[in-house]
């Protein structure tokens, strides 16, 4: 696979949650793997236990003359030390969307894709087929709670590979997989994209993109999806909440029992029984019934599918649980687009409806708040309380007039009880002054909010 000759592989950004799940494949295999990134954490800490070198900064010397190749993400610019020397040595650079096309090349690739429920989607088809004859090699974009990990290569001889694939830009269109999932079409990365007509042409490419014997899963709830199908020229089925779906949930059969969600799934109106997970929220059903519906045409075991998705823990930062009791409950989730945080407080409100809500919101990044703004200020209805801090910047430089301030100010539009607090180590002693028994809290972004969500808890509630 990739070649036989079994050299040194450098990536420059081996920390981010995509790179280093490649790495620790690339790693299993054989390959001596190296890396670079500006600061320690977690994965870096973990790759280090396995075995892989990592430097912390980049410079022109972590690059070794010989190297096969350097990996690089979008994050890095052409001016990087790292890329100059590897230019200069003559390595090839590949973007990590080329890469993973590389592992999945020579083996049957399952990609799951979508502007959002795409690491949930991912994790929950590792989680079914995991424990299967398949045991595929898996790339998730998020840490898997069961596997503590956010890749799986248990069996690095199977014939399946299953990934997240990434359309912020454009790579997943790199891939080429006998089987796909398509979650939804959002109007996210118009950075890169320019607009939603091209966002949905890239989508319609990569589902055309399955071979004649495969298929993909494409969820019928967003219209997107519904009017591209017309213009789909390879296998599909549809999935969803309507009866004339290929694979639906029927609404009537939605219980939350608990923090528990279950449901039945019809296959062309057959019934494949009542399956049962630790998620709420009717985006994380349709990513269950996806799962699901894949699985199915694999033909794998129902009972074994239902046994997975109940043992399923979860995915770091998709609406955890960081602290529960009778009289509070403090969730974390990753939305940071409209759709997401709409999904994810609509979910929080289905469940808790006599609860008070109280949202703390940090926006991610300067471009994306300022193509979104009217979108996001509307987003935060199924919240009784928005506390908005300043904006998460993911490497970009400042917009003029975007601001935090500007944000929670737009917020206030559509929003009777909204809180600006600057600096996110004021949040804390606000939420002091605001909780009260019953109250559930949650920290939403793509950024660093998390770490004061966790440190809140830590804190306050002591665990």
């Given at each position: 696979?990739?070649?036989?000759?079994?050299?040194?592989?450098?990536?420059?950004?081996?920390?981010?949650?995509?790179?280093?799940?490649?790495?620790?494949?690339?790693?299993?295999?054989?390959?001596?793997?190296?890396?670079?990134?500006?600061?320690?954490?977690e994965?870096?800490?973990?790759?280090?236990?396995?075995?892989i070198?990592?430097?912390?900064?980049?410079?022109?010397?972590?690059?070794?003359?010989?190297?096969?190749?350097?990996?690089?993400?979008?994050?890095?610019?052409?001016?990087?030390?790292?890329?100059?020397?590897a230019?200069?040595?003559?390595?090839?650079?590949?973007?990590?969307?080329?890469?993973?096309?590389?592992?999945?090349?020579?083996?049957?690739?399952?990609?799951?894709?979508?502007?959002?429920?795409?690491?949930?989607?991912?994790?929950?088809?590792?989680?079914?087929?995991?424990?299967t004859?398949?045991?595929?090699?898996?790339?998730?974009?998020?840490?898997?709670?069961?596997?503590?990990?956010?890749?799986?290569?248990?069996?690095?001889?199977?014939?399946?590979?299953?990934c997240?694939?990434?359309?912020?830009?454009?790579?997943?269109?790199?891939?080429?997989?006998?089987?796909?999932?398509?979650?939804?079409?959002?109007?996210?990365?118009?950075?890169?994209?320019?607009?939603?007509e091209?966002i949905?042409?890239?989508?319609?490419?990569?589902?055309?993109?399955?071979?004649?014997?495969?298929?993909?899963?494409?969820?019928?709830?967003?219209?997107?999806?519904?009017?591209?199908?017309d213009?789909?020229?390879?296998?599909?089925?549809s999935?969803g909440?309507?009866?004339?779906?290929?694979?639906?949930?029927?609404?009537?059969?939605?219980?939350?029992?608990?923090?528990?969600?279950?449901?039945?799934?019809?296959?062309?109106?057959?019934?494949?029984?009542?399956?049962?997970?630790?998620?709420?929220?009717?985006?994380?059903?349709?990513?269950?019934?996806?799962?699901?519906?894949?699985?199915h045409?694999?033909?794998?075991?129902?009972?074994?599918?239902?046994?997975?998705?109940?043992?399923?823990?979860?995915?770091?930062?998709r609406?955890?649980?960081?602290?529960?009791?009778?009289?509070?409950?403090?969730?974390?989730?990753?939305?940071?687009?409209?759709?997401?945080?709409?999904?994810?407080?609509k979910?929080?409100?289905?469940?808790?409806?006599?609860?008070?809500?109280?949202?703390?919101?940090?926006?991610?990044?300067?471009?994306?708040?300022?193509?979104?703004?009217?979108e996001?200020?509307?987003?935060?209805?199924?919240?009784?309380?928005?506390?908005?801090?300043?904006?998460?910047?993911?490497?970009e430089?400042?917009?003029?007039?975007?601001?935090?301030?500007?944000?929670?100010?737009?917020v206030?539009?559509?929003?009777?009880?909204?809180?600006?607090?600057?600096?996110?180590?004021?949040?804390?002693?606000?939420?002091?002054?605001?909780?009260?028994?019953?109250?559930?809290?949650?920290?939403?972004?793509?950024?660093?909010?998390?770490?004061?969500?966790?440190?809140?808890?830590?804190?306050v509630?002591?665990?």
């Amino acid at each position: 696979m990739l070649t036989k000759e079994k050299g040194r592989i450098h990536f420059i950004g081996i920390g981010g949650i995509g790179m280093s799940a490649i790495a620790s494949v690339l790693n299993a295999i054989g390959f001596e793997i190296t890396g670079s990134d500006i600061y320690e954490n977690e994965k870096t800490k973990s790759l280090i236990n396995s075995g892989i070198k990592i430097y912390y900064g980049h410079d022109a010397s972590n690059i070794k003359e010989g190297t096969l190749a350097v990996v690089n993400s979008t994050a890095i610019s052409g001016t990087n030390q790292e890329m100059i020397q590897a230019k200069k040595f003559r390595i090839p650079i590949v973007g990590r969307g080329e890469m993973l096309a590389e592992l999945m090349r020579l083996r049957k690739g399952i990609a799951i894709s979508g502007a959002h429920g795409k690491t949930t989607t991912t994790s929950l088809v590792c989680q079914i087929m995991r424990n299967t004859e398949y045991s595929p090699i898996c790339i998730i974009g998020g840490n898997h709670f069961n596997l503590k990990s956010n890749a799986c290569f248990k069996n690095l001889e199977s014939e399946y590979l299953v990934c997240e694939a990434d359309e912020s830009d454009g790579s997943f269109l790199h891939l080429s997989p006998v089987y796909n999932i398509v979650t939804n079409i959002d109007n996210d990365h118009l950075d890169y994209y320019g607009n939603i007509e091209n966002i949905r042409e890239a989508f319609l490419n990569f589902i055309n993109k399955v071979p004649f014997y495969g298929a993909s899963f494409i969820c019928f709830e967003n219209e997107d999806l519904r009017n591209l199908s017309d213009r789909v020229n390879k296998r599909f089925f549809s999935y969803g909440f309507s009866k004339d779906y290929d694979y639906y949930v029927a609404r009537e059969s939605i219980k939350n029992i608990n923090d528990n969600t279950c449901f039945t799934v019809f296959y062309r109106g057959e019934s494949l029984g009542e399956f049962e997970f630790k998620l709420i929220g009717e985006h994380n059903i349709l990513n269950a019934l996806a799962a699901v519906a894949l699985s199915h045409h694999l033909d794998i075991d129902l009972d074994s599918i239902k046994s997975s998705l109940l043992s399923f823990e979860g995915v770091d930062r998709r609406l955890n649980i960081l602290y529960s009791d009778k009289d509070y409950k403090f969730f974390d989730d990753y939305a940071h687009h409209p759709t997401e945080i709409m999904a994810t407080l609509k979910s929080l409100k289905n469940v808790y409806a006599d609860r008070r809500i109280i949202a703390i919101f940090q926006p991610h990044r300067y471009s994306r708040t300022e193509l979104l703004l009217a979108e996001f200020a509307a987003a935060f209805g199924d919240s009784d309380v928005v506390i908005i801090t300043d904006i998460y910047a993911a490497g970009e430089k400042p917009i003029k007039n975007v601001t935090g301030e500007g944000f929670a100010s737009a917020v206030k539009d559509f929003h009777d009880n909204v809180i600006y607090v600057k600096d996110m180590a004021d949040i804390a002693s606000t939420l002091d002054t605001l909780k009260r028994s019953g109250d559930v809290m949650i920290t939403l972004g793509a950024g660093n909010i998390v770490d004061m969500g966790r440190a809140y808890v830590t804190r306050v509630f002591g665990t």
